[in-house]
RNA sequence: GGAGAGGUGGCAGAGUGGUUGAAUGCGGCGGUCUCGAAAACCGUUUCCCGUUUACUCGGGACGGGGGUUCGAAUCCCUCCCUCUCCGCCA
């Protein structure tokens, strides 16, 4: 949510940045003109109430002196409805204007790339970090076969396409993923280890900015309005949620794992198959509640955290700069990782690490107190996957085969997998 | 799911429908005293919105929303949350 004196004091700075971002501008017109609307009313409903509020004092003193204030009350009649109205017609272009407002995107920062779509994307960086098999290889759908590591036929009896039952060695393996990477999070780069609900109420989901425009995207559980959770960002961001920070304690870093529930809607026919796009998959998030002066700083750590999972892993990979067109609705700079799947020679993007700034502590009033004013300002949040297990499974079996079918793990992985290889029976 | 109790300022805790943004205590901040500190004493201490170049002025907020009233922290309805007991259950 942008800070609506900000719009009315930077409307062309506010249209440049929603429309580089693939926004219409006419909802920032609509804004406008809502604003100088409600402010309008709001200046007629407070003189009158200024009145009302003397009227009232002058009988409350009438009372006091034990006489009578029949005329006074009754004159007080007419402005109190009048009153009544305003406040109405208030309220209705507060909650209009309020709607509007959570459709309008957050800024892009000046160093994001600009452009419409991922062509403009910048690669800042390229880990070669593995020697690549040099024999014949085969993709990961074969070796999630050969190996017998995930069912996925028995997934969509189940619950459907896109459910993955992961069985055996794989479910083993997924585990082994999950626990590596809360353990180097939290034991070594001083997150704090939380374990949150799968299901978020619609004004949590609001904050992180998956709602409202995102609705199509969630499973919602019909009787309770509540909804699954598309990312550990939503639960995680929506913790402080009106509450005040002391500066000291910033910034807050937090690690959760959690299963991500994403309907996926409009993207039929595309990855269908295997583990690129499915409905249910694991992740470990990373967010971090910080000093606005510091989120960029914060942001660099935050993505050299989520990449030190690809380091210890040894999995080729490369780091972009999204462009303004492909940043999500909430950021204002992202930064993907893509690993390298080499037998089937793609970038797959297993983490996104954001800045959201003021935006979501906004929606969800975190505050924090500053030492040296005593003022409240905004935290800023930031978030990154660390990471998502699905292409990070992909990665690793096309990355460690063996010429005799079996998969060589990656020394991190061992200790958490029990065996240093994944050999078919 | 059933029955009951309760939600007030950073915390604790008052509050007959009419100067109550809110007593009192603790905490915080500033000051007096002191070589310094403690104690004591004095003062101060919420946030949001509108208005103004500014000083200012005005409005609003006692879990959320609605209602009654000239006027609501105070009365009524409703939702949420917390606690106690009962039931059910991993």
Not at 43 to 70: D, F, P, T, V, Y
Not at 109 to 136: C, E, Y
Not at 246 to 251: G, I, N
Request: net charge negative; glycine share 6%.
């Amino acid at each position: 949510m942008l800070p609506l004196k900000f719009i009315r004091q930077n409307v062309e700075l506010v249209r440049r940045g929603i429309v580089s971002k693939g926004t219409e501008d006419e909802r920032l017109d609509k804004i406008l003109t809502l604003d100088v609307q409600l402010r309008e009313k709001i200046a007629q409903a407070e003189s009158l109430k200024a009145r009302r509020n003397k009227a009232s004092q002058a009988i409350a003193q009438l009372k006091r002196e034990g006489s009578e204030a029949k005329n006074e009350i009754s004159a007080m009649g007419e402005l109190s409805q009048q009153v009544k109205k305003l406040d109405q017609e208030i309220q209705d272009l507060h909650t209009n204007l309020h709607n509007q407002l959570l459709w309008l995107p957050n800024l892009p920062h000046p160093s994001s790339p600009i452009g419409s779509d991922p062509s403009h994307n910048r690669t800042v960086s390229t880990i070669q970090a593995a020697t690549l098999p040099d024999f014949q290889i085969q993709d990961h759908l074969t070796l999630y076969a050969t190996l017998g590591l995930v069912d996925f036929d028995a997934g969509s009896r189940i619950a459907g396409r896109g459910f993955p039952l992961y069985t055996g060695r794989g479910a083993r393996l997924e585990r082994a993923l999950i626990n590596f990477m809360l353990d180097l999070h939290t034991l070594e780069r001083g997150y704090t280890e939380l374990y949150p609900p799968f299901l978020a109420t619609r004004k949590t989901t609001e904050i992180s900015g998956q709602l409202p425009k995102l609705e199509e995207d969630m499973y919602v559980t019909a009787v309770d309005d509540l909804f699954l959770i598309p990312t550990a960002e939503v639960p995680l961001t929506g913790i402080h949620q009106n509450e005040v920070l002391l500066e000291d304690e910033l910034p807050r870093k937090y690690a959760a794992f959690s299963a991500c529930f994403r309907r996926e809607a409009g993207s039929y026919g595309k990855e269908t198959r295997g583990l690129l796009r499915v409905h249910q998959f694991n992740k470990v998030e990373l967010v971090k509640f910080v000093h606005p002066e510091a989120s960029y700083d914060e942001l660099e750590t935050l993505r050299s955290d989520a990449e030190e999972v690809l380091r210890r892993l040894e999995l080729t990979y490369r780091v972009v700069d999204l462009c303004t067109g492909d940043l999500s609705f909430a950021a204002a700079k992202c930064y993907d990782l893509e690993v390298y799947a080499p037998a089937t020679d793609q970038w797959l993007e297993v983490s996104s690490c954001s800045n959201y700034e003021s935006f979501q502590a906004r929606r969800g009033n975190i505050k924090f107190r500053r030492k040296d004013t005593n003022k409240l300002d905004y935290v800023h949040t930031l978030n990154g996957s660390g990471v998502a297990t699905p292409r990070l499974m992909v990665a690793l079996l096309e990355t460690y085969q063996q010429p005799d079918g079996a998969v060589a793990l990656p020394e991190a992985l061992v200790p958490y997998y029990g065996e240093e290889s994944i050999v078919s029976r």
